[in-house]
Structures are given as structure tokens and as C-alpha cells.
Nanobody
């Protein structure tokens, strides 16, 4: 059974920083594309950033220049370094990954989310 577990959320003041982690565990053949999404209260879940297995990245315009996505393939772990945080970054942040379970089977997985609150 495959799990994605996020960590690193919390309360931070505007202008501060946080680093989120997402660890994939279980019977994994390989981890393909990974990404961070966020959902604020009453709003839809939006893409924050994605990263391919070879390290190519893509960011939402709202976080470009402030957030950095990275991954450690040896540890099946993805990170999101968030700097210069703003109150509008407040949301539940979700980890997503396309995980290959065998040479013939790939499934899409979500973590349970971690709360990020930016407030003074």
C-alpha cells in the first residue's frame, strides 16, 4: 500500500518561510511526476508547483520567485521551500504523485494535506 505523507506546515508571520516535505512509502516501483497543490477555505484546489522525475519544474504565477520545489529521488521525497509568505498563501497544502507500482501499472496518489497559515 502506497502512502504520501506531508509535513512541515504551521503558523508563520507574513514575510516568513516554511519548508514542506512529502514522503512516499510502500511498494513503489518508481515515482514519476510529483506536485504541490493548495486549497483555501471555500475555494478550489489549485496547482502550486510540479516537478518531473528528471527535475523539470513548473510554478503557478502567484508563487514564482518565492517558492522552490525540489525532490530527492533516492528518498522518494519532495520538498517545497516557501519564502516571503503572504496571507493569501494560507491554505491546506496537498502532495500529489504519479507512482509506478510495477512496469505496467501507475496510479495517482494524494496526501492528506498540511495546514499553512500566514498571519501576524
Amino acid at each position: 500500500q502506497v502512502q504520501l505523507v506531508e509535513s512541515g506546515g504551521g503558523l508563520v508571520q507574513p514575510g516568513g518561510s516554511l519548508r514542506l516535505s512529502c514522503a512516499a512509502s510502500g511498494s513503489i516501483y518508481s515515482v514519476n511526476d510529483m506536485g504541490w497543490y493548495r486549497q483555501a477555505p471555500g475555494k478550489q484546489r489549485d496547482l502550486v508547483a510540479t516537478i518531473t522525475s528528471d527535475g523539470s519544474t513548473r510554478y503557478a504565477d502567484s508563487v514564482k520567485g518565492r517558492f522552490t520545489i525540489s525532490r530527492d529521488n533516492a528518498k522518494n521525497t519532495m520538498y517545497l521551500q516557501m519564502n516571503t509568505l503572504k496571507p493569501e498563501d494560507t491554505a491546506v497544502y496537498y502532495c500529489n504523485a504519479m507512482i509506478q507500482l510495477s512496469s505496467l501499472r501507475t496510479n495517482n496518489y494524494w496526501g492528506r494535506g498540511t495546514q499553512v497559515t500566514v498571519s501576524s
